[in-house]
């Protein structure tokens, strides 16, 4: 039988994570928008921050 585990309740305000990421032209796709892989790599980035304060 596994061990048993305590929840931990966390409240929203002490996951909270502010980044502040500059928009380079090396971040734009051919049709000078921002390029959509590098937004979902910077909010993988984050979500791993704020995942960090639950363990």
Same mark, same amino acid.
């Given at each position: 039988?596994?061990?048993? @585990?305590?929840a931990? $309740?966390? @409240?929203? @305000?002490? *996951?909270?994570v502010?980044?502040? $990421?500059?928009?380079?032209?090396? $971040?734009?796709n051919? /049709?000078? *928008? ?14 791993? /921050?704020?995942?960090?304060?639950? *363990?």
């Amino acid at each position: 039988m596994p061990a048993e @585990s305590k929840a931990k $309740n966390v @409240s929203v @305000s002490d *996951t909270e994570v502010e980044v502040r $990421n500059c928009f380079l032209p090396r $971040n734009l796709n051919p /049709h000078d *928008t921002f390029f959509g892989g590098d937004l979902l790599a910077w909010m993988d980035k984050i979500a791993l /921050h704020c995942a960090q304060k639950f *363990t």
